[in-house]
């Protein structure tokens, strides 16, 4: 026959067990928030709703682990092992795990800004070969841009000019 403390204490360290697990994976979804954080730098609404989802999906894997191992019933070695995994997770594995992900996200933009280039460059092969021509006419033709703009604002120059000369006329009087 099966000695129901050994039964319980067992049952009692696999809970405390899965709820470490949850612990680590708990700590391990709060460094992707923080990487995420690095690199996109939101505003303070963008904020406040990673928050709130990051609260949220801290919450279902809480409820999942809670709910999995210990059939709903919440002890207080629940929490001890959420954060027993959490303290273990931050100082054995979380800087392993930034570093990689930081060279992996850096990776994937570098891999992507690359596709980009390459896509981009038959466009930039097009543009070149219809600039070359209008930047030739815009350098022959620049001087005659710039006569027909000062004579565009020869009337309203010679306005201002008047007005400016009237009050100074009238004022010497």
């Keep these: 026959m099966i000695n129901l403390n050994i039964y319980s204490t067992l049952?009692?360290?696999?809970?405390?067990?899965?709820?470490?697990y949850g612990g680590?994976?708990?700590?391990?979804?709060?460094?992707?928030?923080?990487?995420?954080?690095?690199?996109f730098t939101p505003k303070k609404i963008a904020t406040m709703i990673?928050?709130?989802m990051?609260?949220?999906?801290?919450?279902?894997?809480a409820f999942y682990v809670i709910i999995f191992s210990n059939e709903g019933a919440i002890r207080y070695y629940n929490f001890l092992g959420f954060i027993l995994g959490s303290i273990l997770y931050q100082f054995i594995l979380?800087?392993?795990?930034?570093?990689?992900?930081?060279?992996?996200?850096?990776?994937i933009?570098?891999?992507?800004?690359?596709?980009?280039q390459v896509l981009k460059y038959p466009?930039?092969?097009?543009?070149?070969?219809?600039?070359?021509?209008?930047?030739?006419?815009?350098?022959?033709?620049?001087p005659l841009y710039y006569k027909i703009k000062r004579l565009k604002k020869l009337p309203g120059n010679f306005i201002r000019d008047t007005?400016?000369?009237a009050a100074t006329y009238i004022r010497k009087k």
């Design 11 to 20: 049952q009692e360290s696999y809970i405390l067990l899965a709820t470490m």
């Design 24 to 39: 680590i994976f708990i700590g391990f979804i709060y460094d992707v928030y923080r990487i995420f954080r690095g690199f």
């Design 50 to 52: 990673q928050d709130f």
């Design 54 to 61: 990051f609260w949220c999906i801290i919450f279902i894997v």
């Design 94 to 107: 979380s800087k392993i795990v930034i570093k990689s992900l930081v060279f992996l996200l850096k990776s």
């Design 109 to 116: 933009k570098n891999f992507l800004y690359d596709i980009y």
């Design 123 to 142: 466009f930039n092969v097009v543009l070149c070969l219809v600039s070359g021509p209008y930047s030739y006419c815009k350098n022959k033709t620049k």
């Design 163 to 165: 007005k400016k000369a």
